[in-house]
């Protein structure tokens, strides 16, 4: 029985960047159509880039929150479809292409 763990004892790890694009889609597909080991952990995450820079504290704007809540969401419904697998899911804030 496999249990998600390589030999080195570490749990298999799988990352997929979601921008929206097809590619991002076709990745996804792809990590669904796998039977991974069970114990493996997938991450989905997606970048946004900030409307205003955050400056001494300052809380993000509203849209700027309603925005990642949305994009969470989305991640939400994404996160099905691989049986044994334990799906996480992160939004951060910065410059998509560079993060």
């Known amino acids: ?23 991002a889609e076709r990745a996804l597909r ?8 069970a114990g493996t952990r997938i991450r989905l ?25 949305a994009l969470d969401a989305a991640l939400a419904d994404k996160a099905t479809g691989v049986a044994g697998a334990c799906f996480e899911r992160g939004v951060g804030y910065g410059r998509p292409a560079s993060e």
């Open 30 to 37: 792809l990590v669904r159509s796998v039977a991974w080991p």
């Open 1 to 23: 029985m496999s249990t998600g763990r390589r030999a080195s004892g570490e749990a298999t790890a799988i990352v997929v960047a979601l921008d929206g694009s097809a590619g």
């Open 45 to 69: 995450v997606s970048v946004l880039e900030e409307l205003t820079p955050i400056v001494s504290g300052l809380p993000r704007t509203e849209e700027e929150e309603a925005t990642r809540a």
